[in-house]
């Protein structure tokens, strides 16, 4: 996209389907954009210089003997608009016709098809928005939970870029004094010495550390897959419906009901899930069919995939090798993955063969979060929930920043590295000068977060990931 912005539009929402549907915008940006809907109203008279900002007008819509619609107009004068720039939206109705119509209009008047996030593209380039502004309104668009969307509106109000700006201050005041002391050695007054350089990159640390580790939660917050594992009959399908307060996976009494993974969508916290019922787990010896046993394969497969692994274990017969196997072999995936496992211990209306305090203990494995349920009288499913939230970190605090992106999380850790080797170098007494130059590194990583020293083809990569219209 060319940087010496012309002017273009859009559809800003979605192709109607045949039907139609009542409404649809298509939103005009530029420097034409007043000149070309004036073209294109025929009746009442479209002067946005002589009627206040961001009045609806009801108008005819004409271009040459052609009538297109009869469509409410609305102008947003720039700099003060979404873009910075003069932006009209055309209120029109929802038929492809239509659409197409003033889409036809609007070409032949000078304007061009916008790119998919050219709108808000511009609103960065015209310094409307820095980038992670800009990224926090795909964010927003794409939030499939109110925790997501939650999050992307306070990316968008300003909250991780005001942090990242922090943060770049506190080193340019470090990196000024550090100057201060290699430009002028005589004039000590208010220069840095080594230690204190130490000191306040750690405190830079100090932000920048729980910012990264925050990145998981903002990964989950997208949406996460909970997989529920198990030896057969301990009640893993009972667990999803449950859960999911419907009939949904069939149970039964004969161990090995369920033979493929069942899949069910569920929110937690308002942030979505999927939720996935898997084939009972035992050994793999000749005695299983093929049909069983490619259903363990999968039940593992998902173990893999999974943000969460419910455990369900049955406190009303005696624990067994097949148990602590399934679990010690849980715990070694999810180290790997990263994944958090919990484990439920199920069927607590029966009599219980073992007490759940004492479940690690038995199963010979570091103490790990539990709780005690009963699937089938639904007891104890609420406190389920609640602690797949609290582990999960679903409600974060709303001080949190959470970064969300990958780029951002990227970032972040390369300005991180760069610190903690600055921070190590002055600590062994290498040169201020050279540490400040390599904080002007990480000064720089930093600023590639808010947009600053991108090229084109970086910010092409960025906004191919918006929809058209926004
Ligand atoms: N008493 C009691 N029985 C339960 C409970 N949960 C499940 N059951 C019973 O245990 C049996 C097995 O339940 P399922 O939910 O099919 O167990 P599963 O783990 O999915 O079994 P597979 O699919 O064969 O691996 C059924 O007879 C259920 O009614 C519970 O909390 N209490
Ligand atoms: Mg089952």
Redesign the pocket.
């Known amino acids: 996209m060319d940087s010496t912005l012309d002017t273009s539009f859009a559809l800003a929402t979605p192709l109607p389907p045949p039907s139609g549907s009542g409404i649809a915008i298509v939103r005009v940006s530029g420097p034409d954009a007043f000149r070309i809907a004036a073209s294109l109203i025929d009746e009442p008279e479209f002067d946005p210089d002589n009627m206040p900002d961001r009045t609806f007008v009801l108008a005819t819509i004409r271009h040459g003997e052609i009538e297109i619609d009869r469509a409410g107009i609305l102008p947003f004068k720039g700099p003060k608009s979404y873009t910075g720039e003069d932006v009209v939206e055309f209120h029109i109705h929802g038929g492809i016709a239509v659409i197409r119509s003033i889409e036809s209009a609007l070409l032949a008047s000078g304007a061009r098809q916008a790119e998919p996030g050219e709108f808000t593209r511009r609103a960065f380039l015209n310094g409307r928005i820095d980038l992670i502004q800009a990224e926090s309104i795909a964010s927003l668009v794409g939030a499939k939970g109110i925790a997501a969307q939650r999050e992307a509106l306070r990316q968008r109000a300003g909250s991780l870029s005001d942090k990242i700006n922090f943060v770049r201050n506190s080193l340019h005041d470090i990196l000024a004094r550090l100057e201060v002391d290699f430009d002028y050695p005589e004039e000590r007054i208010d220069s840095i010495d080594s230690s204190d350089a130490v000191r306040e990159i750690g405190k830079i640390l100090d932000i920048l550390k729980p910012l990264l580790s925050s990145f998981r939660t903002g990964n989950i917050l997208k949406g996460f897959r909970l997989a529920?594992i198990?030896?057969?009959?301990?009640?893993?399908?009972?667990?999803?419906?449950?859960l999911l307060m419907e009939d949904r996976?069939?149970?039964?009494?004969?161990?090995?009901?369920?033979?493929d993974v069942v899949s069910a969508s569920l929110s937690f916290a308002g942030v979505p899930a999927e939720l996935l019922?898997?084939?009972?787990?035992r050994a793999l010896t000749g005695k299983l069919d093929e049909v069983e046993a490619e259903g363990i394969r999968r039940s593992w497969r998902e173990v893999e995939r999974a943000h969460l692994v419910l455990i369900?274990l049955?406190t009303?017969v005696p624990i067994d090798n097949e148990t602590i196997d399934v679990v010690g072999r849980t715990l070694e995936i999810s180290g790997k993955t990263g994944s958090t496992v919990l484990l439920v211990c199920?069927?607590?209306?029966?009599a219980p063969m073992w007490e759940s305090d004492e479940v690690c203990g038995l199963l010979k494995i570091e103490k790990i979060p539990y709780v005690v349920?009963?699937?089938?009288?639904n007891?104890g499913i609420e406190n389920l929930r609640e602690k797949v939230g609290s582990l999960l970190e679903l409600e974060s605090d709303p001080q949190d920043i959470i970064l969300t992106e990958t780029r951002h999380q990227s970032l972040i850790a390369e300005a991180v590295e760069i610190l903690k080797r600055v921070r190590d170098d002055l600590t062994n007494g290498s040169p201020q000068d050279v540490a400040a130059t390599e904080l002007w590194g990480a000064d720089r990583t930093l600023g590639k977060l808010l947009g600053e020293g991108l090229g084109v083809s970086d910010l092409d990569e960025i906004f191919s990931r918006f929809c058209i219209g926004k």
């Open positions: 529920i198990g030896l057969p009959n301990v009640g893993k399908s009972s667990l999803l419906n449950a996976a069939i149970v039964a009494s004969v161990p090995g009901t369920t033979r019922d898997t084939a009972g787990i369900v049955e009303s199920n069927k607590s209306d029966l349920v009963s699937a089938k009288e007891t």
